[in-house]
């Protein structure tokens, strides 16, 4: 299984640029897809969520400017970001919890990361 991310770059505070994210490989079942971002040395801490049915669920800097969404035929999560700020400068990673193949456990998977840089 390999999640591929892109979408990054570099774009002016007030910008806007969409992320995407598809998983490959041995998939019988996609649960939760989510995105992550990283800043420098900090943590890499969680951005939204959004589960196999619908449900979201976004960390309080983002709410409004960010929205999550996935297509579950294709087996991809998107990150559309809106009104961008410097500090949502990170390096964004997805993340997917995929179960290989029926009765196996599911596990989590990461992509590679993609840079964003808000920056005049």
């Known amino acids: 299984v390999q999640l591929q991310a892109s979408g990054g770059g570099l774009v002016q505070p007030g910008g806007s640029l969409r992320l995407s994210c598809a998983a490959s490989g041995s998939i019988f079942e996609i649960n939760e897809m989510g995105w992550y971002r990283q800043a420098s040395v900090m943590q890499r801490d969680l951005v939204a969520t959004i589960t196999s049915d619908g449900r979201i669920n976004y960390v309080d800097s983002v709410q409004g400017r960010f929205t999550i969404s996935r297509d579950n035929a294709k087996n991809t999560v998107y990150l559309q970001m809106n009104s961008l700020k410097p500090e949502d400068t990170a390096v964004y990673y997805c993340?997917?919890?995929?179960?290989?193949?029926?009765?196996?456990?599911?596990?989590?998977?990461w992509g590679q990361g993609t840079q964003v840089t808000v920056s005049s």
């Open positions: 993340n997917a919890d995929i179960r290989p193949r029926a009765g196996w456990t599911s596990m989590t998977y």
